[in-house]
């Protein structure tokens, strides 16, 4: 079984946190951070762990946020010196974002500082949310910057939806502050910052579908084939609902003399296995068509509603008259993102986001 995620954060991490700033800072009290940071921890949550950690550093360093951040910035790994790095940054972070705000420079270059040893896209946020206008000046020029961490903290920091951390609610309402860095950022020599652009336009998607659409209409005419890559990335959910600008921009029509049938070989299927179904779909057109094949999963809910999820399966061109059969299997087993409820569910087909068959099945929990 894979380890827990709060696991990231753990008691042996922190003594190595507080020996590094106990190296940079005369005084400090490494045994109450210790004590603070590891209280109880084993009863914590990934990002409750970050929060108490954040707050035993609160308690320990400087009450001036200055002194505090110059311990920090030196505590860092820096000219083959060892430091404070991976995961043990996130609560770092925090810390900058919690104390840092009436420092504005002084934070988001720390912020910067910390980046290429973690990441920072957490800690951004606030300032973004205090002073959008200040802090996407700063970030905008990030860009460009000769570190690829650094470029990419400049497209996942400012992503409307990022997982996991606080929404900027006004670049969900109006994301053009952000375009100019999404668009400086699309042919990144780095596909870690390429991906990074990807799925912040898919982030806005979800708000300005049309935008989106229009965006990559925009810069997939000349692409390279990783700028295509990152375009299509970009509009998945798009992809998936079938709009129809999206499709276009890819090649894909509106469905016209498609037809498809599906037979579900696992009618019930038990918790760990696999639900299989086969799918025949035939172009009954006198022309040829591209066609994006998807399936979405109805997973039940605790609530008895089903809630659908699509998976991209395969893209494929058909012939007038060509008919074509393929089979998928699909995991029903434990992960970290989905409680499984038992019941019935159902499969369904998309072909360029039009559903063209479906069907119901059991799933069975131990």
Same mark, same amino acid.
């Given at each position: 079984?894979? %380890?827990?995620?709060?696991?990231?954060?753990?008691?042996?991490?922190?003594?190595?946190?507080?020996?590094?700033?106990?190296?940079?800072?005369?005084?400090f009290?490494?045994?109450?951070?210790?004590?603070?940071?590891?209280?109880?921890?084993?009863?914590?949550?990934?990002?409750q762990?970050?929060?108490?950690?954040?707050?035993?550093?609160?308690?320990?360093?400087?009450?001036?946020? %200055?002194?505090?951040a110059?311990?920090?910035?030196?505590?860092?790994?820096?000219?083959?010196?060892?430091g404070i790095?991976g995961?043990?940054?996130?609560?770092?972070?925090?810390?900058? &974002?919690?104390?840092?705000?009436?420092?504005f420079?002084?934070? !988001?270059?720390?912020?910067?500082?910390?980046?290429?040893?973690?990441t920072? /896209?957490?800690?951004?946020?606030?300032? =973004?949310?205090?002073e959008?206008?200040?802090?996407?000046?700063?970030i905008?020029?990030w &860009?460009?910057?000769?570190?690829?961490?650094v470029r990419?903290?400049?497209? /996942? #920091?400012?992503?409307?939806?990022?997982?996991?951390?606080?929404?900027?609610?006004?670049?969900?309402?109006?994301?053009?502050p =952000?375009?100019?860095?999404?668009?400086?950022?699309?042919?990144?020599? /780095?596909?870690?910052?390429?991906?990074?652009?990807?799925?912040?336009?898919?982030?806005? +998607?979800?708000?300005?579908?049309?935008l989106?659409?229009?965006?990559?209409?925009?810069?997939?005419?000349?692409a390279?084939?990783e700028?295509?890559?990152?375009l299509?990335?970009?509009s998945?959910?798009?992809?998936?609902?079938?709009?129809?600008a999206?499709?276009?921009n890819?090649?894909?029509?509106?469905i016209?003399?498609?037809?498809?049938?599906? /037979?579900?070989q696992?009618l019930?299927v038990?918790?760990?296995? &696999?639900?299989?179904?086969?799918?025949?779909?035939?172009?009954?057109?006198?022309?040829?068509?591209?066609?994006?094949?998807?399936?979405?999963?109805?997973?039940?809910?605790?609530? #008895?509603?089903?809630?659908?999820?699509?998976?991209?399966?395969?893209?494929l061109?058909?012939?007038p008259?060509?008919?074509?059969t393929?089979?998928?299997?699909?995991?029903?087993? +434990?992960?970290t993102?989905?409680?499984?409820?038992?019941g019935?569910?159902?499969?369904?087909?998309?072909?360029?986001?039009?559903?063209? &068959?479906? #069907?119901?099945?059991? !799933?069975?929990?131990?």
């Amino acid at each position: 079984m894979a %380890e827990p995620l709060k696991n990231l954060l753990h008691p042996a991490l922190v003594e190595t946190v507080a020996a590094h700033i106990a190296a940079n800072a005369a005084g400090f009290d490494r045994a109450r951070f210790v004590d603070i940071a590891t209280r109880d921890m084993d009863q914590l949550e990934l990002m409750q762990r970050a929060l108490q950690i954040r707050d035993a550093l609160g308690d320990t360093l400087p009450d001036d946020f %200055e002194p505090a951040a110059a311990v920090l910035s030196a505590s860092l790994p820096q000219n083959g010196k060892p430091g404070i790095t991976g995961w043990a940054l996130l609560p770092v972070s925090q810390f900058v &974002a919690q104390k840092g705000l009436g420092h504005f420079d002084l934070s !988001l270059n720390l912020l910067k500082q910390l980046t290429p040893h973690f990441t920072a /896209e957490f800690g951004i946020r606030p300032f =973004i949310l205090a002073e959008q206008d200040r802090a996407l000046a700063t970030i905008g020029a990030w &860009a460009t910057d000769s570190n690829h961490h650094v470029r990419r903290l400049a497209s /996942e #920091g400012t992503r409307p939806r990022l997982p996991w951390a606080i929404r900027l609610p006004a670049l969900m309402r109006d994301p053009a502050p =952000i375009l100019p860095i999404l668009t400086a950022l699309l042919d990144d020599p /780095e596909e870690y910052v390429r991906r990074s652009v990807a799925n912040s336009l898919n982030d806005i +998607a979800k708000d300005h579908p049309d935008l989106v659409a229009e965006f990559v209409g925009r810069h997939i005419a000349t692409a390279s084939s990783e700028r295509r890559q990152l375009l299509r990335h970009a509009s998945r959910t798009l992809l998936k609902k079938g709009h129809t600008a999206a499709l276009s921009n890819f090649g894909f029509a509106p469905i016209s003399g498609i037809g498809a049938t599906m /037979e579900i070989q696992t009618l019930h299927v038990d918790f760990g296995n &696999a639900l299989a179904f086969t799918l025949t779909i035939v172009n009954q057109g006198s022309a040829p068509q591209q066609v994006m094949i998807d399936y979405a999963i109805h997973h039940r809910k605790a609530n #008895g509603s089903l809630a659908p999820k699509v998976f991209k399966w395969k893209s494929l061109v058909l012939a007038p008259g060509e008919t074509s059969t393929m089979t998928r299997q699909h995991a029903m087993r +434990a992960i970290t993102t989905r409680q499984y409820y038992p019941g019935g569910h159902r499969v369904e087909i998309l072909v360029n986001g039009t559903v063209l &068959a479906g #069907g119901d099945f059991q !799933l069975v929990m131990p």
